[in-house]
């Protein structure tokens, strides 16, 4: 049985048809077609809403706070993680499954998955000379050339088309069972589409309205500050919109072709779709992620196993790091001790989810990459943890300058989210919800308390 693993990044679930939208219908027909025939999964997040440790968890079964991976600069050359784990297309070549990956990979430089690795098409620039980027206009409210909103691709051939190019040819050469990820930059910024995609949602009723934010942490609030959505025009905002969701209509052509590929060989492949996080349009006045509102803490996760029944919607709380073990389980190898989470079709329940994004060192940033964003003190950029359990979500700073905080800085925030879905209201001092979150709030705590940091 082959295994192949279509990933996105930067990808909400609210972008994809199957998953519904409150605004628009999505055109994914091709993404929700694997739905029609598999699992969707309604409710999976993500252990960390970047993309280095998002993927370094989905990769090891491990949390940010085992793998001492919690932001971005763990892809600087100079970082050393405090061991190496063992991922799971390690364990699927140990076992006779030839491994790939195809596209963006983003990880510590530690980490070396897969037997072939070609990053051809998910590079930053979109196989664009520094010239031919620069010459794109683009909507950019930070003034960063990478976190363009909106832009169109010159008059040349669509550079990330690479991805599936090269995974379709090395497809069509395997003789042996094997695991392939087909892993798409897209739909993250810079959001340049090619031409044609940008005229897909223009007539949709997107609004450009600031949200209301006082109903925030703290810490939100300040990252809302440095992202400046709310100095964009109402235009501006929607064009942000429009081009998002255009672009993941492009992603969904490409999931075409795969799947015109694989037609003849459906009995004997099983299809994962899935992203490392999601994306902020407009939600708590961000276009990033980095934060846990459902919009970029909710992911995709859709997994088509010809020998299960299909159109099955699965309601419970997961996450990535569910992914490892469910691989596992679906190639029928005994999981190794290393890799936590559940099999999601072993019959477990994976109960909570636990999040966590920033070093909270004093030299921490918002945005390291750029360098971008200090705490309103001036201080590093905090640590900030999260637990889902049931319909609700907890998050609070656990660490900023090096040192855990305390209770006086957490700034919690918990939230109900069958009576707030849109996650932007503080209910932490609601006395009708005291006890469950003081619980959860405690419990969160323990699972910080066990990073590797605090224990060597």
Known sequence: MNIVHIFCDEL????????????????????DSIAESGTL???????????????ASMLTGLYPEDTGVYHNEAADPAFQMPFVPDTFPQVLSRNGCRTANFGKTHLPRQLRPFELDDQTGGDMRLGLSPEEFDGIEKLSPLGRKSMCLAGLYPELPYGPEKVTDNAIDWMSRQSEPF?????????????????????????????????????????????????RWDELTDEQRIKAKVYYYGLVSWVDDQVGRILDFLREDMDNTIIIFNS???????????????????????????????????????????????????????????????????????????????STIGFGEPDSFAMPNARLGKFEDGG??????????????????????????????????????????EENKNMYSDPEYRDTAAKMREKLLTHCRRAVENNT
């Not at 909400?12 to 993404?31: E, F, H, K």
């Open 12 to 31: 909400r679930q609210d972008a994809l048809g199957c998953y519904g939208s409150s605004v628009v219908p999505m055109r994914t027909p091709n993404i």
């Open 41 to 55: 999964f309604e409710n999976c997040f993500c252990n960390s809403p970047v993309c280095v440790p998002s993927r």
């Open 179 to 227: 695991y392939v990820r087909i892993s798409y930059l897209q739909p993250h910024t810079p959001v340049i589409l090619k031409r044609g995609y940008e005229t897909i949602y223009e007539s949709c009723p997107f609004s450009g309205e600031l949200e209301d934010i006082s109903g925030l942490s703290r810490f939100e609030q300040v990252f809302a500050g440095i992202l």
């Open 276 to 354: 490392d996080h999601g994306a902020l349009r407009g939600e708590s006045r961000g276009a990033s992620k980095q934060i846990f509102n459902r919009a970029c803490q909710a992911i995709p996760l859709i997994i088509r196993d010809p020998r299960r029944p299909g159109g099955v919607r699965d309601k419970r709380l997961c996450s990535n790091i569910d992914l490892a073990r469910t691989i596992f389980g679906l190639a029928g190898i005994d999981p190794p001790e290393q890799f936590k989470g559940t099999d999601l079709f072993g019959g477990g329940d994976p109960g909570c989810v636990y």
């Open 380 to 421: 590093g950029w905090p640590r900030r943890a999260c637990i889902r359990e049931g319909q609700y979500r907890l998050d609070m700073t656990v660490r900023q300058d090096g040192e855990l905080v305390g209770a006086d800085r957490e700034d919690v925030f918990f939230v109900d989210t069958s009576h707030c879905p």
